[in-house]
């Protein structure tokens, strides 16, 4: 993971909803599988976000 993908995952990680970080914790493997989707979508939306405002960025 390059520095700029690691400090974009800090940051969608340091946002992230304080119901997202308890079910995290949650031993009901249920509670925490949605909150594993939650974060995973907020991250990949992010990454998603990220690659469309650098244009050309993926041709190197």
Known sequence: MTGASNQ???SVLARAPQ???Q????PD???RARAEETL???????LDESET???GSEAA
């Open 29 to 31: 493997p249920i509670v």
């Open 23 to 26: 079910e995290m914790l949650s």
């Open 8 to 10: 974009l995952v800090v």
């Open 40 to 46: 995973a979508a907020m991250i990949s939306s992010a």
């Open 53 to 55: 405002e650098e244009p």
């Open 19 to 21: 119901w997202v970080k």
